[in-house]
């Protein structure tokens, strides 16, 4: 995702939205729509629950991704659901990272652990 990288270095922007948000829009552009509905699903809830648009990737620490993580967990979302969406924000901070938007020493997402659940969905598959 060399463009959003470029894009946001020019803007001297490291804004996790306006990041975020760009590499969604490069997945559109090259029809990976359903990555981008993965993305932008996880980018609203992951900023509507932090308040601010405007959350630096340094400022995404544990204590939020914690209580994002318990807040989901109160609001019913199933393990997997949850999984999923931090494998997501781990993405995308794995993708500033390399454009040199975040700092890997603040690094927060690998102190979260997460247990997936079996779904009947994938158990039924190991029949074909």
Same mark, same amino acid.
């Given at each position: 995702?060399?463009?959003?990288?470029?894009?946001?270095?020019?803007?001297? /922007? /490291?804004?996790?939205?306006?990041?975020?948000?760009?590499?969604? &829009? &490069?997945?559109?552009? #090259?029809?990976?729509?359903?990555?981008? @509905?993965?993305?932008?699903?996880?980018?609203?809830?992951?900023?509507?629950?932090?308040?601010?648009?405007?959350?630096?990737?340094?400022?995404?620490?544990?204590?939020?991704?914690?209580?994002?993580?318990?807040?989901?967990?109160? &609001?019913?979302?199933?393990?997997?659901? #949850?999984?999923?969406?931090?494998?997501?924000?781990?993405? @995308?901070?794995?993708?500033? #990272?390399?454009?040199?938007?975040?700092?890997?020493?603040?690094?927060?997402?690998?102190?979260?652990?997460?247990?997936? &659940?079996? /779904?009947?969905?994938?158990?039924?598959?190991?029949?074909?």
């Amino acid at each position: 995702m060399n463009g959003s990288s470029a894009k946001l270095q020019t803007n001297n /922007t /490291t804004y996790f939205a306006d990041f975020a948000n760009l590499l969604v &829009e &490069e997945m559109l552009q #090259i029809n990976q729509t359903g990555n981008a @509905i993965v993305y932008r699903t996880t980018i609203n809830r992951f900023t509507a629950f932090a308040s601010n648009l405007r959350l630096r990737f340094n400022d995404i620490d544990y204590k939020l991704l914690d209580g994002f993580k318990r807040h989901l967990l109160k &609001e019913g979302i199933k393990p997997n659901t #949850i999984s999923n969406y931090f494998r997501t924000l781990s993405a @995308i901070y794995n993708k500033a #990272i390399k454009a040199k938007l975040a700092d890997r020493s603040k690094y927060p997402s690998l102190d979260i652990v997460f247990k997936q &659940e079996r /779904t009947g969905f994938s158990s039924a598959w190991q029949y074909y």
